[in-house]
């Protein structure tokens, strides 16, 4: 496996994580609240380790992908990708102040924050799969700087 992988596997993380917050939110809603714990933590692992492959690949990687082919769909595609990095902010306090509550079994205040945050969550987690979906499968991009790696050293390696 090379850092040039990680865009797939981060697309996956994402549609992994999405499968998680909507079985969680099924189990919730039919009180099945062991399956629903299971569920929001696999998705919050799911994420954790999106995000920890995804900051790998940006430190990792000089090459930028912008999107410009097809002019039409340009803006279409930047709303989306906007709110999806503004959205993935403004998610990250909100995920944790929902888990605290749910930990500490603070349950009806677990419920009005959940009541934004599961709708942000999935937001994101359904964009950023788009967004891989439309830069590289749908729309596939040329790069602008040239696709130069960092030293073998910091590659990912499959064992």
Not at 71 to 88: M, Q, S
């Amino acid at each position: 496996m090379t850092i040039q992988d990680l865009p797939l596997i981060n697309a996956c993380l994402n549609a992994l994580a999405t499968v998680f917050l909507t079985l969680g939110y099924m189990f919730i809603r039919t009180g099945n609240k062991t399956a629903h714990k299971k569920c929001m933590i696999s998705a919050f692992l799911t994420s954790a380790v999106f995000l920890t492959c995804y900051l790998i690949y940006h430190f990792n990687t000089e090459a930028v992908t912008r999107f410009v082919n097809p002019t039409w769909f340009r803006p279409i595609y930047l709303v989306i990708l906007i709110t999806h990095v503004i959205l993935a902010v403004v998610i990250l306090p909100l995920i944790f102040m929902t888990f605290s509550r749910a930990l500490k079994a603070r349950y009806e205040l677990h419920k009005k924050i959940a009541k934004w945050t599961w709708p942000l969550w999935m937001y994101v987690s359904i964009t950023g799969v788009l967004i891989y979906l439309l830069l590289y499968q749908i729309f596939p991009q040329s790069k602008s700087t040239p696709s130069v790696q960092k030293p073998p050293s910091t590659q990912l390696v499959s064992s």
